[in-house]
């Protein structure tokens, strides 16, 4: 299951849908953002609906996509709000998981 913007309007407490084109384009940037921070699917088929990846994966969508609404007026070329601390520790075990599946898989690149 892929992260949608009904799961993160309701963790934000946002009814209606006057929003919702820049509450997909957060979903949108939040998933680019992890998967270009964790690996893409070329060497790991699957990675991200596998079995203890999708549901770390999905939180950290929400979790991002959910600090770009709050801070949204800090998304501009002056201010810089820094990635959270909970997307930042859910990449890092991603990232493990996807460097295991890697070597499992004989496609370890270690340029990552």
């Known amino acids: 299951m892929a992260a949608d913007l009904e799961t ?3 963790s934000l407490r946002i009814d209606g849908d006057d929003d919702d084109e820049l509450l997909k384009g957060y979903l949108s940037a939040a998933t680019s953002y ?3 921070a964790i690996g893409d699917e070329t060497s790991v088929p699957g990675f991200y609906e596998m079995e ?3 549901d770390l994966f999905e939180t950290a ?10 801070y949204r007026t800090s998304i501009t070329a002056i201010a810089v709000n820094p990635v ?3 997307v930042d520790s859910i990449i890092g ?3 493990g998981l ?3 599946k890697q070597y499992e898989a004989g496609t ?5």
Request: glycine letters at 6%.
């Open 52 to 54: 203890g990846v999708n």
């Open 61 to 70: 969508v929400y979790a991002l996509a959910g600090s770009y609404w709050t």
């Open 8 to 10: 993160l309007k309701s």
């Open 108 to 112: 370890n690149d270690e340029s990552n």
């Open 98 to 100: 996807y460097s295991q």
């Open 93 to 95: 075990q991603l990232r």
């Open 84 to 86: 959270d601390l909970v």
């Open 34 to 36: 992890i998967k270009r």
